[in-house]
């Protein structure tokens, strides 16, 4: 047992200190990020079904935002959605070989080129059995912009970079459903992970995408400042008309259920329920419904926007650059939540 007592941040630990800046308006800021493979706003939705949906994924285009489409979809409904290629789609899956087939199986159906994007998503990226199944998979899908994780340190975003991954997604426990934190004790306060895996990957010329804990626009764009390349969010589009979960009606006012993919809910439906062998790490929450997702998608825009502004940068790529955090006991007035 060892303890590593240098301090570790979360976002509600920061804030952003404004610099001067020549920016006249907002509408100067360049969000767009051309990183060869994509050319967008770097901000996609989380693989959940609640929120990684064929809807989700065709509202945020217009945004040009990403979606990973959740991996309980059927071959026939997949292939139906990626015939036309989608250039901000993701493709998810897991380790099996359950999944392994499945993607060789819709790849073979599919006009070569029109998945141009896998995440091969498990919850502990730490396993030698996950590291060889990203590197074995990109040898046989060179072509493929490869998203892989999750973890939390530098050390095994390095060794994923050098297996061949290309967007390394960083995040264990922050979550608003998820419970590993609490069922297992592991995890690691997001802002630094972010800050120490951005360093790890950029280092041999690979990216991160932070996977979790934003729950404000104000978040995202601490994520974009700490060095993430990607930002991917799950709580933040739940409950909208594009989201999946089910609507229910409590004293006349509309919610829609989101859930964690390790929560009871979510094992119940895809698995039969939870194996003797494991616990559920997620919980399920009904969220208010928000309505179009439209509205939050501007939203996190406008905020990036004007998160750039009081720093004075020209462009999402130039924010990390610019920002300089603060460290603080309390990050805004709470009174009227």
């Known amino acids: ?141 060179p072509d493929i912009t490869l998203f892989a994780g999750n973890v939390v340190t530098g050390d095994i975003t390095e060794q994923l970079v050098l297996a061949g991954v290309d967007i390394v997604k960083v995040g264990i426990g922050p979550g608003s459903v998820c419970t590993t934190r609490l069922k297992t004790g592991v995890g690691y306060p997001q802002l630094s992970a972010i800050m120490e895996c951005a360093d790890a990957a950029h280092g041999l010329g690979g990216r991160i995408i932070a996977d979790g804990g934003c729950v404000t626009a104000g978040d995202v764009a601490k994520a974009f400042g700490a060095g993430a390349d990607f930002v991917m969010l799950g709580s933040m589009f739940a409950g909208h008309e594009e989201s999946g979960g089910e609507t229910t009606v409590q004293d006349g006012k509309m919610f829609k259920t989101f859930y964690g993919m390790s929560s009871a809910d979510a094992m119940d439906k895809y698995s039969g329920g939870v194996a003797e062998y494991r616990a559920a790490e997620g919980k399920a929450v009904s969220v208010p419904f928000k309505g179009s997702v439209h509205e939050t998608c501007n939203d996190i825009l406008g905020g990036l926007r004007s998160a750039c502004t009081y720093v004075g940068a020209r462009s999402l790529k130039e924010l990390p650059k610019c920002t300089t955090f603060v460290r603080v006991n309390n990050t805004h007035n709470k009174i009227f939540e």
């Open 1 to 141: 047992m060892r303890i590593l007592d240098d301090i570790k941040l979360d976002f509600n630990d920061v804030l952003i200190r404004p610099k001067r800046s020549t920016l006249g308006s907002r509408s100067e800021v360049e969000l767009n990020r051309n990183h060869g493979f994509f050319n967008g706003v770097p901000v996609v939705a989380a693989n959940m079904d609640t929120t990684g949906t064929f809807e989700i994924a065709d509202a945020l285009a217009q945004h040009g935002m990403m979606t990973a489409i959740h991996k309980h979809y059927d071959i026939e409904a997949l292939y139906a959605f990626f015939f036309t290629k989608r250039q901000y789609a993701i493709y998810s899956m897991g380790i099996t070989p359950t999944d392994l087939h499945k993607w060789n199986t819709l790849k073979s159906k599919l006009p070569k080129g029109n998945i141009k994007f896998v995440c091969i998503d498990v919850a502990n990226g730490y396993t030698e059995r996950f590291i060889d199944f990203c590197k074995a998979f990109k040898a046989d899908n």
